[in-house]
Each structure stands twice: as structure tokens, then as C-alpha cells.
């Protein structure tokens, strides 16, 4: 696979989303996996999206990552029309706080799956795309594995110095 | 209008969902409203729905019922195909209780709307339609009108045979 | 009907929900729908509610928007006095977000249906009247459909932008 | 005051609300305050409801209880039409458990207050308007104090019979 | 009983609480209801509160008001040493928002009713207590009426500048 | 100290929650901790219930459990009046599954705290006693250790037998 | 890779688990994954837990499913051992009804993701498995391909056998 | 005992959480218990929080105090590898305001009992572990006792001076 072929898509329901899936953009960067970021409405373009889904494997695309807020159809509808892994992160855009997007998101009926991390999780769907891509790709699940290494001594830098 | 002409589509993203909305199919046949009775999964079916929902208003349908519990997607996916008032019945199919189906149905962002009704409120969401149906046709609004004063009169019946 | 005519009524039930119902009003003239605004509140003007919604009908009106926080009686209270369709606004008052107004506004009993939109959704409430005034009302309907299809290319344009 | 004047009216807006609201009347005539039981609907007989509200304080009546279900505007819309004191008890009929009759019952707007009890405390609903009744009538006054001592009794039984 | 002797006890947990207890005092002013103002904590205080909720009734003292935030037990405690309607005013003081203190306040135990108003509803709680008043006394019905119909004409008022 | 002296009292509100505090009752036995079981009201005996809090840590008594469900005020209350530790066990006794005596149980001003384990949690009530005891008992440390390695050895037999 | 080596391991915190989980083996034995089932522990037997998870990579296993209810841990705790994609299953075991499973697993600090899935949402989690499996696995991405078109064409039949 | 021997250990997940935690580091000082803070992750740092938990009894550490927000599963791990008792303190960090630590904190299994208090509880925390060494230690209790008095006549004064 050429280092150019994007193996992530981002995908958000409106373009006003764009700050909260900006960790998700600064983790692929640092992974070094080449990406798209689209604006793609389950309900607005539901045709684009659904023909952007569908052709997303043929374009060698591995993982979906889709952002939505309230009624957050987007990771469903995306899900609908490939059987990529699709990664689901609930924005809290309401005044319910990303409740209604978290389960929106997760409680999808059987038979279409959408991974689902936390309320505004941008920066762990792009680990979690890597983890994926990881499984088959011993290169990338090292660098996952670097990525991890360095929190572990930020985290043990961040407790020396306390005992300081 | 041809009186056989159907005006209402109840849509269920499963068949098992059918015990929930029967309700439903008796309040419009009460109301002599013609119907037709779908199983669409915007999941496992969208292309059948987004069709479906495409040509409802072409067929002359009216109004769109549309069912589901947990992460319901459906009455969103088909407000994304058609301009015709889609009415939301959150269903409780989870140990959520409902209140997935809720969120996931009403929340819906700026520019789709989904008229939303009671948790497991299938006879509602019938009634809804007839009213919306009777906006334009006042023998639609004379049933209904007719129906609620069947209710009044029940609900005044029970008050008085508690006095007794 | 005259073009003059009041089709939609928008009931808030104290002066300073106005702010939050601007939006709806903002899309009732987009799509040069005539409407009224009122202060009628379920419980401190219950007759004159009562009254107003009584006589919708007869002025012509078709839709009803009512919009009102914590224990939201509103679309409730006038839906009691009315066959017309009574969409509802949960608005976010309380310090409990919108989830009081959210289950005061949507759990209705039976016979007695509220269209709920999303909490704070005053602009789907005024676009969800025009779909139900467009199911007898062609060149209503197609404005609906202008208006989607302007958004369409709205998130075209934010998803083409992207991608330069 | 005659010893047979109404002093209570529960009000309940359906007949099938009455099996949850039996220990209302229990208590009631357990101390002996005469009570009227109605069925009376905020929405499907609202000027029935409005009547009896209006002219209770006329009536002799000095407390009203109203218990309903999911969106519960009973007690609200009775609120509108007196000032006697208006205790709700929201009651647990629909798939949310009572959060919804909860929240539609309490978070009353500024001005007209709802003495909301538990869910299903349709006991506690009489006792507390027998403790308002004897804010002004030391002989109610004395029999719920000779209910709770009894009460207090139990208790102390209670835990003297575990000890054995 | 003369006009100089408190009738309404407001009891917060903390002296913070008294900026959102304020309103309350302002309708007993309105209202001319003497009352006082007492700092006692159900968990720092005990003995203190129990003593003055035990001696309530005999210095004259016919409702009282209690107010706190998180597991609000203020209302309950008092409850406990009293027959006195004691009526609940959950605070929102915590990141739950007023959730905890609504079901610690709300959800008594059969026998101990708390009337429980709205989260943050200080206002309403001392309108109803002076409805409680007035059950026995018609010149406080009668001032609850005229304080209701003022906010009925400030209605009307706001309702007809928005028509011009 | 004799192994006779009681060590943990288990109180509850009410006779009818002994069922769900059996287990409490099992891990003391298990351990061999002396324990005394109270029915103790915070609302309905509240001088008992003081008194013996207040007079528990003079008894030899080291740990407090309290179980209640719904506004449950008993932890709390307890905890006004003694300064050993007060563990709380929230029990699921209304329509609210446990949730309202969660957050009446956990959310304990500042000053007060209650060590709340899960709804229905009577065992962990028990053995977090065993652990508080342990502090400075080693020999009931000891026994804590050896519950807890039998614990290990039946998960591992149980993740045995599921290979075979 | 050997047909017989393991590649999906599914972990519960409890033998009495596997009635909930059962629905993912039958999905993983209907796409021919080998897989293993293991009863392991977050808090009872930790040291296996991650033992198992820190050699999960090297023994071929490429997805963990980890099964728990209440305060639900093990996905977490597993994912701190392993970078092979984590995902959750939240089981409804508790009264809360599966609402704590869900928020203990989904709400996951920066760099750990667990990719959650419905409450109860054994069989989901087993087809995520595969998608995920079949990201570098064509001939895995056909099987689920052809488990989705099977369910499409089940629910054309059921549509249709409706219609009739 | 020596004074130096640090008796409560104060563990966080991140480094960040310092600022909700300095009340817990507050009371302790003003209490004269000697306490190490550590920046410890469940997740992050495993091992080194398994292996602090495992050897805190031996050190002389009494009581762990765990804070972290999420999908909080530091207390738990923490429980995992010791008997001594542990505090979960939730924090509120994320869009759902202390919902999800609460849950994660609370509603553990069976055998593995944390002691959780408030949302943001850092001071009773170090209360309630200032409680617990004081079972066994005479002098600890009396100045837990001492905070009390003080904590009630700082109640009594604002009582007294809302008075004047």
C-alpha cells in the first residue's frame, strides 16, 4: 500500500464541527496515516454520504470516523452502506450535553455495529482507527505502541515531579 | 382523492416491531384513513427506504410514520428523502428503556425535522396524522373531532360512575 | 386563503422565550408564511389560551408552534383545545437543560398528540409547519424543497472547501 | 364546618389511574376528611377540570391532589384556575418510570407552585394536605400526629422484634 | 394572631444559599407574611434544627420552607420533627445540577411528605405557603389572587405590545 | 476488645429492607464480625436513631451501615451524629430504580461524607466494613485477604472449567 | 495464519455472564472465527487479566471483546495491557439498568479507547470483531458481506410477507 | 506510629486533576496527617499503580484516596490490588458533569467495595479517611470531632448574624 493511499476517512455532519475532530486530525498527523476530512450529512446529503460509504473500501479506505451531535445519525447511516469498522464519536452539541449523540451512536440494533468512544472522544477514535489499521499492520501498531509508551513516561515525568 | 388512495405509510425498521404499532393501525382505521404497512430498516434496507421515501409523495401519501427503538435512525433517514411531515415513534426495545429512542428520534439537527411523539405512542402518532391530514380537509378534521369527543364523553362517563 | 391570511401561530409562554423563538420566526418569513406571535401562557392566561386556541381554526390558522421550559404545558394545554397539529419546543430554562420541558412537551396521553422537535428547536418547528402545510399546498411544498436543497449545496460547498 | 363538607378532591386523569391512588383514600378516611374522587383530564376534559378548579374554594374544598402519568399537566392546569393549595403525584405509567410525570409535575414555572410528592405517594399526598388542612385546624393537627406516633411505634416494634 | 408574629420559617443548609433563597423572601414582603431567616444544617446543626422545627407550630410558625443543594435531606429532617407542611426547594449546587437535590427531596417515604417545588423555585415556594395560609385565611387567599392576576395582566400586557 | 463486643450495626428505615441487607448479615457472619441489626428511621424515629449514633462509638461500635431506598436520608443523618466511619447503601425501592437513593446517599455536603457503595450493594457494605476494620486489626485484614483469594479461586476455576 | 489459531478472544468478569454473551460466540462460530471464551476478572484476578491481555498479540489473537456489567472496568483494564482494538460490551446487570456499563465503558481517557457497542450488545460486538478482522481480510469482509445481505433479504421478506 | 509514616496515600489519574484535589491535600494538612500525592493511571501507568496499591499496607499507608473523572476506573484498579480501604472520588471532566465518574466510581462488583463520595468530594474524602484511621485511634477521632464543632459553630454564627 502506497504511504499516499488515505486509510482514514473523517467524516462530521456539519463543517461548525470541525473544532472538536481537530484532535482526531493532529493524532492521524502524528500516526503519520494519510486521511480525508469531509463534511458528509446523514440528512442533508444522504446520497453522497451513502455513495461515499459504499465506495470507501474500493478506494482503499480502512476505517470511518463519524462525528455527530444530537440525533447523531451519521456513524448509522455510514455503517448502512459499508462493512468498514466505523467509529462513532457523539459531540456534545445540545443543551443535553452529547447524552442524546452518545446514545444516538451506540445503541445500534444488531447486525450494524458503530464503535463508539466517549462524548467528544476525537482524539481516542483516531487511536482506536490506528489499533484497527494495527491488527494487520505490525509498523503501525508499533507506532500505536510508541504513542503509548510516551504518555506511560509523561504520566510517570508528571509524578516524579509532584513528589518534588 | 380517491378514497382507496393511500395517505399514511407506517414504516417499522423490524416486523417484530408490529405489536407496538398496532395500535396505530387501529386508530387510522377507525378513521377510515387507507394505509400501507412497511418493514424498512434505515440500516439493513436504506436503499429500499431512501426509494420508498423519495416517491411517497408521488403515491400521494401524506403523512410517514416511523418506528424504532434504540439508536432510531429510521424517521431521520426518511426525512432525508422526502419534505412530507415524518412523524417519530421511539420505541422501548432496550434496557434504556425508551429514552435511546427518544433522544435518537427527536434531537434531530436544523432543517429535518421529525414530529416526535410519546415513547411506545403509536395510537398518537395515527391521530397526529389524521390531524395533519385534516388541515386541508375538513371532513379528516371532522372525524377527529368526532373521535375526541368520543373520548370526552368516556373520560366524563368514568367521572360520573365514580360519584356513584 | 389570501396571502395575508395567518397560517401559523407561534405561542411562547413568557416574553423572554422570544429570543429563542426568533429562529422559527426568521424561517416562517423565508418562506413568506404568514404567521402571529402570542404570549399566552398555559397557566397565568389559561382562558385567553384557551380562547386562542379554540378559534385558531376559524381564522385560518393551520399550524400551532408552542414553545415553553421546565414544566412545559404549553402545546399541551392548547392541543386540549384544538384539532389543528400542535407542534412543540422544549426549551433549555432550567438548570435540569431542557429534559424537564423534553418530557413535559412529548409523553402526552393518548388522544392528545404533540409533535416535539428537538429542545430549542425553534427553526425545525417552523419548517416542520411548512411540510404540513405542504401536504395540500404544492407551492408550499416546493419551497420546502428549495429551502433543502439550498442547504444541500451549503454542505457541498463546506465539504468541497475542505477538501482544497 | 360541617363534618360532611368536601375538604379533598383527587382528582385523577384517568379511571384506570384509580388502583395507584387507593391509599390516597385510605388515608383520607382514615382520619376522617371527606373527599371527593374525580376524573378529570387537563386535556380531554379541560373545561370540566377548569370548572371544578374555578369553583372548588366556593365548594368548601381546602386542598386538591391531582396524579397523572407521563407529560402529568393535571396539577398544573388545575394550578391555573385556583389558588388553593395543589399537591401533584406523579405517577409511573409509561416506559420512563415516572421521570416524566416527575418533572412535568415540579418544575413549575415562577408563580404557580405544584406541592409535588413522590412518584406513586398518593399516601403522602392525603397526609400532606391533611397537615395544610391543620395548619389551621388543631383537631387535624392532632389526628396526624396520632398517625405518625402510631407510625413511630411501628418502627420501634419493628426493630424490638429483629432483636429478639 | 397578630401581624408581627412569624408565620413562615425559610431554613437553608448554608448562609451561601441565601442569594438563590432571596426571591422567596421577596414574595413574603410582597405578601406582608412575616417570616424568618435561619441557617440550619441537617448534618452540622441537628440538634439545632430539630429544635426549632419541634417548637415551630407553638411559636405561631404555620409552614416551613427548607432549602439546600446535593443530597438535600434539610427538608426531610425537619419533616421529621414537625406535622407543619414543610415545604422542599431543591438547589442546583453541584455539576449533577439540581438532579440530586430534586429526588433527595422529592422522593420521601410514606408518611413524610415533602411539598417539593421546582429546582431553584424559591419564589414559588413562598407562594405557596402563602396559599397553605390561606386555606384558613380569605385575606391571604385574597392577596394570592391579586398577586396572580397582576402576572395575568403582565401577560396580557407583554402579549399585546407584541402585536403592535 | 471480646470477640463478643459488637463491632458493625446495620441499620434500615424500614423492617421490609432486611431482605436486601441479608447479605450484609452473610459477610459478617463469614468474617466472624459481631454485628447488631436496627430498624432506625431517620424520619419516623429520628431521636432513636440519633441516640444511638451519638452512643454507637462508647459501644465499641467501629463501622456504621445504612440501607434506604428512594429520599434516603438515613446515612445522613446517622452521620450528624457520630464522626465514625457511615457507609451507605442506596437501595432500588421505587419507580426510579435506585437512582434517586444514589444521589441522596452520595452527594453529601462538605463536612459530612457518606462512603456509598453501589444500589443494592449490601455485601461490598459488609466487607468494606471488614477493610475499614482491618486498618488497624490485622487479623481482620487477614480474613479480608483470605475472602478475597477464595473470590480469585473461584474465578479461575469458573475461567478453567469454561476451557474444558 | 492457521484456520485454528485463535483471533477473537471474548472476556467477562463473570461465569454467570456468558447467557448475555452467548449471542457473540453464535455469530463468531456462524463466520468460521476461532475464538477463545475466558472468565477474567478486572478486580479479582487482575494478574491473569493482564497477562492474558499483555500476550493476546503475540498469541494472534487481533480483537478483544470484553463483556461487564455495572461499574465496568474490564475493557478498560484490558486495553491498558494490549494496543489490539478493545471493544466493550455494557451488560444491563444492575438496576441502573445497564446506564452505568455503558458510561464505565464508553467514557474512556485520552489514548485508551474502547470501541463500545449497544448495552446487551453481545452479537454486535462479535460482527465489529469481524469487520475489524476484515479490514486486511477479504475473504472476511466477504463473510460479512454475505451475514449483511442475508439479513437485507430477511427483512424484503418480511416487508413483503407483510404486504400480502 | 511514627508522626512522618504518611498514612493516606492521594492518587490521581492525570496530573490536571490537582486543582479539584487540593481540598482533600487541605484537610489533611489542617489534621496533621502525613499523605503522599501520586499521579498514578489506571490505564496509563498499570503497573506502577499495582504495584504502589500492592505495597501501600506495608508502608503504613491506611487508607487510598482515588480521583479521576470518565470512565473513572482508578479506585477500582486500585481495589483490585490491595484490602486497605479506597475512597473513589468522581470528577466531574467531561460534557456528562460527573454522571459517568459516578457510575464507574460507584456501582462496583460484588467483593471489590469502593467508599465513593460527592461529584468533586476531595475534602470529604480526606474526612472520611481522617474517620476511618480514627476507629482505631483515639486522637484522630478527637480531631476529626474538632473540625466538626468548629464546622457547627461556623453554622451557628451565620445563623445568628442573618439574625441581627
Do not use: W
Not at 461548525?16 to 494519510?34: N, T
Amino acid at each position: 500500500m502506497s504511504e499516499k493511499t488515505v486509510r482514514v476517512a473523517i467524516l462530521m455532519g456539519s463543517k461548525s464541527d470541525l473544532d472538536l475532530m481537530r484532535p482526531a486530525c493532529d493524532v492521524l498527523e502524528e500516526l503519520q496515516i494519510p486521511y480525508v476530512l469531509r463534511v458528509l450529512s446523514a440528512h442533508r446529503t444522504p446520497e453522497r454520504t451513502a455513495a461515499f460509504a459504499s465506495g470507501a473500501r474500493k478506494q482503499g479506505i480502512q476505517v470511518m470516523i463519524c462525528a455527530a451531535g444530537g440525533a447523531a445519525h451519521l456513524a448509522g447511516v455510514v455503517s448502512a452502506h459499508t462493512t468498514l469498522p466505523v467509529i462513532g464519536v457523539p459531540l456534545a452539541r445540545t443543551p443535553l450535553a452529547g447524552q442524546d449523540a452518545l446514545l444516538a451512536t451506540v445503541q445500534m440494533p444488531k447486525g450494524m455495529p458503530v464503535a463508539t468512544v466517549a462524548v467528544d472522544g476525537a482524539a481516542n477514535a483516531a487511536i482506536l482507527a490506528a489499533q484497527i489499521i494495527g491488527v494487520a499492520d505490525a509498523d503501525m501498531a508499533g507506532k500505536v505502541d510508541a504513542m503509548r509508551e510516551a504518555n506511560r513516561l509523561k504520566v510517570i515525568a508528571d509524578d516524579e515531579s509532584l513528589q518534588r
